[in-house]
């Protein structure tokens, strides 16, 4: 079964810093998807980027991109220019290709100071 | 995309009663999945719930435990049967409408058992 490693459970940045989360996972399939969500502590979870492993383009959105290195299995997220508002649980997942089944890390829990 | 609308939001529940959690989708959806969030804790998969068919429970799950119901294409629900202290957590109903779409999930329910 693929896993899904975050080795950081805690994480400080200062506002308007560069943070880095760290995802790895282990997999024998070519084809899947990766995402990153967040977790507020409103309970909601709401997605934040994602990344077909079929593209080598790494993806961006707004203030959030990704390093996707394929053959190092690894899916880190960058989050430029933090803001108050990123502060929350952020969850690395796997889907597989062909089945609806994801694969969730443990979660990294990112601190913003003003 | 999918909005999904799950309740109760939180409850306390005496301990030996149960629970039944609702999750309702704006679309028709072929399979829903039903989490389990302890505190601090990444999501865990409880089951898939197929409409027409018996859910497919994870291992350390059982029906018995929680059974679903999955009477239509966009209705579920989740009960957590005698209940004990060990039961409190965030469930959470999430769906996944078309191959390689991200996870939507419902605002989750924060179980307290007392």
């Known amino acids: 079964a693929q896993t899904v490693t975050q080795s950081q459970p805690e994480m400080s940045v200062q506002e308007a810093e560069t943070v880095t989360l760290s995802c790895t996972y282990d997999?024998?399939?070519?084809?899947?998807?990766l995402f990153w969500y967040k977790q507020p502590p409103s309970r909601q979870m709401i997605l934040v980027i994602r990344q077909e492993a079929y593209k080598q383009q790494n993806a961006t959105e707004n203030r959030f991109s990704v390093n996707f290195q394929k053959a190092a299995k690894s899916f880190s997220l960058k989050i430029s220019d933090s803001q108050l508002g990123d502060a929350a649980m952020y969850f690395c997942a796997y889907r597989t290709y062909n089945f609806n089944k994801f694969y969730f890390g443990s979660g990294t829990k990112l601190n913003v100071k003003p | 995309s999918a909005v999904i609308s799950q309740k109760p939001s939180r409850d306390i529940c005496q301990r030996g009663t149960s629970l039944t959690i609702q999750c309702q989708v704006d679309s028709q959806v072929t399979m829903m999945f039903w989490y389990r969030q302890q505190p601090g804790q990444s999501l865990t998969l409880i089951a898939t719930?197929?409409?027409?068919?018996?859910?497919?429970?994870e291992s350390g799950f059982v029906i018995d435990k929680f059974p679903i119901s999955r009477p239509n294409l966009t209705f579920s629900t989740l009960t957590v049967s005698n209940m004990s202290p060990e039961d409190s957590s965030i469930y959470l109903c999430?769906?996944?409408?078309?191959?390689?779409?991200?996870?939507?999930f419902g605002q989750g329910t924060r179980l307290t058992v007392v």
């Open positions: 999430s769906v996944a409408p078309a191959t390689g779409d991200e996870a939507f």
């Open positions: 719930a197929n409409q027409g068919s018996e859910a497919t429970y």
């Open positions: 997999t024998s399939e070519s084809d899947y998807y």
